[in-house]
């Protein structure tokens, strides 16, 4: 697709029901993403995920899926530990209905992505700003700012695309910065937070549909309001029920 110069649409699912809709509307990649952390488990940062969640998750997000590829994500300290640990746990997700697996970083991960797709594991990398090191990055800010942090950000991206990464996710660079690695690079980038250039796109799926009043994230367009139509249909059915209204003659035996 980055050949034809096509734009390859991606977003987060983490149940079979959005993963079916998402699959029927011709999203290309469905990233079952750690961000699960916080959009279905409201935890503060994605360190407090595990396997066992994730794994759930992947599980379901393929029982909806015909078409689009998917994509998990693994987990804090689910291949940090040491590369025996991260192909088991990679092979999990593939037997779970993934195709492939994300990993944030690279440094020392690049040894771990070398043996995964060593052992047939296809893997996305994910450079820029990476939730699983929010601590070591001092929150959720703009990254590669500095000409030597988009110099290191450059020389990362290109020894994961060397290390057999088949795309690289970038997460909140500046649009000029995402469009020079974009350039360089013969592997898909999938922006987040990272300009027009990339070679395509991914959001999390409850904060483009609006979900939550209090998440609005300069990157993230809103495409529809779900959590002010859900909160309204539910009111609609405790004000039937209390008063009677529901359920009437034409939903009664
Ligand atoms: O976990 C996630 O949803 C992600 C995307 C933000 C890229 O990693």
Known sequence: MKARGEKIVCLTAYDFPMAKILDQAGIDLILVGDSAANVVYGMATTLTIGMEEMVYHTRAVAAGVKRA???????FLS??????????????????????????????????????????????GHLGLTPQAVHKLGG???QARKP???????????????AGCFALVLEKVPAEVAKMVTMRLQIPTI????????????????????????SQFKFVKRYAEIGQMVRQAVMGYVADV???????????F
């Not at 991260?86 to 944030?104: P, T, Y």
């Not at 030597?148 to 060397?162: A, C, F, P, Y």
């Not at 922006?191 to 609006?210: K, R, Y």
């Open 69 to 75: 590829l998917i994509v998990s994500d693994m987990p």
């Open 79 to 124: 291949y940090q530990v040491s590369l025996e640990r991260a192909v088991e746990n990679a092979g999990r997700f593939l037997q779970a209905g993934a195709s492939a697996v994300k990993v944030e970083g690279a440094g020392p991960v690049l040894e771990t992505v070398r043996r995964l797709v060593e052992y047939g594991i296809p893997v996305m």
């Open 140 to 142: 959720y800010r703009l």
């Open 148 to 162: 030597e942090e988009q110099e290191r950000l450059l020389s990362d991206s290109i020894e994961l695309e060397k």
């Open 191 to 214: 922006g987040i937070g990272a300009g027009p250039h990339c070679d395509g796109q991914v959001l999390v799926l409850q904060d483009m549909l609006g979900f939550f009043e209090e």
């Open 242 to 252: 209390r008063a009677g209204r529901f359920p009437d003659e034409e939903h009664s």
